[in-house]
C-alpha cells in the first residue's frame, strides 16, 4: 500500500505540472515500465484529466464546466458510488480514475489559481471536520469533499464542494461562495446551514439554521431565512422551499438517520455512503418499500436488523456486500 501512494504522488505531480514541460520522473518510469497493466492505468488517469479541461480558454476556472465534465465521465461506469468508495489512487479500474479526477480537479485549480488552498476528504465508512484559514468550520459526512480557495484580488472566499457538510461560515465582509456538483452556487453570510449535494443525486438540499443565504442557478435564486429547507432539482434547475423537519436534515451529526416516507433504495445509498459497502436490492423493492421513523446508527448489521423488523425484507451480509430480498 505504502508503494501505491508513493506512485500516486508522482502521478499527481506529473498531471499537474505536464503543461510546464516536465519530464516523467525517474520513479514513475520505473513503475510504468515494471507491468503493462500499470501503463494502462496511468493512460487512463491521464485521459481522463485531459477531458475533465478544468479551464476556459480565458484561463479562468469554470466549476460548473469541471463537475459537467466529471459527472459525464462517471455516467459512463457502471457504478457512481465506486469512485467514493475506492481510496487507493493507484489501483487498477475506473472507481480509482474517477476518484483521481475528483482529487486532482480541487488541487489543479487551487494550485494554480489561488494564494491558499485547504482541501478535506471524507471517504466512505469516514467522516471528518475542517477549519478553514477563515475561520469557518465544516463538517464532513461520509462521501464528501471540499476544498477551499481564496482569491486576494477578487478578496471572494470560494468553496468547492459535493457531498453533504455541515457548515457553520465565519462572518466577513468578504463573499464565501460554494459552487456545488450539478451547478448550484450558494452565496454565504456569516451562518450555518446543511449542506446535500452528491453528485450522483438528483437534487442538491439546503437547510438553513442560523443566518441567510443564497441559492442561485442561473436565473433562479431563492433567499433563504432561518427554518427553512430548500432544494434543487438538477435536471430542471429549480429552486423551490420544501417542508420537514429541520433537525432532521443533519441528524447525522448524531449518529441518528429519520426517515419520512424515505425508500429502501434511498435508505440504502445512505447506508454504502455511511458503511463503506455495497448493497444489492431485490428487483422491485427499492421504490415499493418506504420508512418513517429515526434509526440510531450503530454497526451496518444493526441498521439491517431493525430494516428487517420494519417491513418485510431479509438479508445476506458477505464482507462490505449486502445483499436484500423480500420475505
Same mark, same amino acid.
Given at each position: 500500500?505504502?508503494?501505491?501512494?508513493?506512485?500516486?504522488?508522482?502521478?499527481?505531480? $506529473?498531471?499537474?505540472?505536464?503543461?510546464?514541460?516536465?519530464?516523467?520522473?525517474?520513479?514513475?518510469?520505473?513503475? @510504468?515500465?515494471?507491468?503493462?497493466?500499470?501503463?494502462?492505468?496511468?493512460?487512463?488517469?491521464?485521459?481522463?484529466?485531459?477531458?475533465?479541461?478544468?479551464?476556459?480558454?480565458?484561463?479562468?476556472?469554470?466549476?460548473?464546466?469541471?463537475?459537467?465534465?466529471?459527472?459525464?465521465?462517471?455516467?459512463?461506469?457502471?457504478?457512481?458510488?465506486? $469512485?467514493?468508495?475506492?481510496?487507493?489512487?493507484? *489501483?487498477?479500474?475506473?472507481?480509482?480514475?474517477?476518484?483521481?479526477?475528483?482529487?486532482?480537479?480541487?488541487?489543479?485549480?487551487?494550485?494554480?489559481?489561488?494564494?491558499?488552498?485547504?482541501?478535506?476528504?471524507?471517504?466512505?465508512?469516514?467522516?471528518?471536520?475542517?477549519?478553514?484559514?477563515?475561520?469557518? @468550520?465544516?463538517? @464532513?459526512?461520509?462521501?464528501?469533499?471540499?476544498?477551499?480557495?481564496?482569491?486576494?484580488?477578487?478578496?471572494? +472566499?470560494?468553496?468547492?464542494?459535493?457531498?453533504?457538510?455541515?457548515?457553520?461560515?465565519?462572518?466577513?465582509?468578504?463573499?464565501?461562495?460554494?459552487?456545488?456538483?450539478?451547478?448550484?452556487?450558494?452565496?454565504?453570510?456569516?451562518?450555518?446551514?446543511?449542506?446535500?449535494?452528491?453528485?450522483?443525486?438528483?437534487?442538491?438540499?439546503?437547510? @438553513?439554521?442560523?443566518?441567510?443565504?443564497?441559492?442561485?442557478?442561473?436565473?433562479?435564486?431563492?433567499?433563504?431565512?432561518?427554518?427553512?429547507?430548500?432544494?434543487?432539482?438538477?435536471?430542471?434547475?429549480?429552486?423551490?422551499?420544501?417542508?420537514?423537519?429541520?433537525?432532521? #436534515?443533519?441528524?447525522?451529526?448524531?449518529?441518528?438517520?429519520?426517515?419520512?416516507?424515505?425508500?429502501?433504495?434511498?435508505?440504502?445509498?445512505?447506508?454504502?455512503?455511511?458503511?463503506?459497502?455495497?448493497?444489492?436490492?431485490?428487483?422491485?423493492?427499492?421504490?415499493?418499500? +418506504? $420508512?418513517?421513523?429515526?434509526?440510531?446508527?450503530?454497526? *451496518?448489521?444493526? *441498521?439491517?436488523?431493525?430494516? #428487517? +423488523?420494519?417491513?418485510?425484507?431479509?438479508?445476506?451480509?458477505?464482507?462490505?456486500?449486502?445483499?436484500?430480498?423480500?420475505?
Amino acid at each position: 500500500m505504502e508503494e501505491q501512494k508513493h506512485i500516486k504522488d508522482y502521478i499527481v505531480d $506529473y498531471l499537474l505540472e505536464e503543461d510546464a514541460g516536465k519530464a516523467v520522473d525517474p520513479v514513475l518510469a520505473e513503475w @510504468l515500465a515494471e507491468d503493462e497493466s500499470n501503463r494502462k492505468d496511468f493512460d487512463l488517469y491521464k485521459k481522463i484529466w485531459e477531458e475533465s479541461h478544468l479551464y476556459t480558454e480565458s484561463g479562468a476556472y469554470d466549476s460548473g464546466l469541471a463537475w459537467e465534465k466529471v459527472d459525464a465521465i462517471n455516467g459512463q461506469k457502471k457504478s457512481s458510488r465506486q $469512485y467514493l468508495r475506492n481510496i487507493s489512487y493507484a *489501483v487498477s479500474g475506473a472507481a480509482a480514475s474517477l476518484l483521481i479526477v475528483l482529487t486532482l480537479s480541487f488541487m489543479g485549480v487551487f494550485q494554480k489559481k489561488s494564494d491558499v488552498l485547504v482541501r478535506m476528504t471524507a471517504d466512505y465508512g469516514n467522516r471528518s471536520e475542517i477549519v478553514l484559514p477563515d475561520g469557518s @468550520l465544516v463538517k @464532513l459526512n461520509s462521501g464528501s469533499e471540499v476544498a477551499y480557495s481564496y482569491d486576494p484580488k477578487k478578496k471572494i +472566499r470560494e468553496v468547492a464542494f459535493q457531498g453533504e457538510g455541515f457548515f457553520d461560515v465565519s462572518k466577513s465582509k468578504e463573499p464565501f461562495v460554494i459552487k456545488t456538483a450539478g451547478g448550484l452556487n450558494v452565496r454565504v453570510w456569516g451562518t450555518s446551514f446543511n449542506l446535500q449535494a452528491y453528485t450522483d443525486d438528483s437534487v442538491v438540499q439546503a437547510s @438553513l439554521v442560523e443566518g441567510c443565504i443564497e441559492l442561485e442557478s442561473g436565473k433562479e435564486k431563492l433567499i433563504m431565512k432561518p427554518g427553512e429547507i430548500a432544494v434543487f432539482d438538477k435536471n430542471t434547475n429549480e429552486i423551490k422551499q420544501v417542508g420537514g423537519i429541520l433537525s432532521h #436534515s443533519y441528524g447525522w451529526l448524531d449518529n441518528k438517520l429519520y426517515m419520512e416516507d424515505m425508500p429502501l433504495s434511498v435508505v440504502c445509498k445512505y447506508l454504502e455512503r455511511r458503511y463503506d459497502v455495497e448493497i444489492t436490492l431485490q428487483s422491485g423493492l427499492g421504490e415499493d418499500i +418506504r $420508512y418513517n421513523g429515526v434509526i440510531q446508527e450503530e454497526t *451496518v448489521t444493526d *441498521v439491517m436488523e431493525a430494516l #428487517s +423488523r420494519l417491513s418485510h425484507i431479509s438479508y445476506h451480509v458477505k464482507g462490505k456486500h449486502i445483499s436484500i430480498i423480500s420475505k
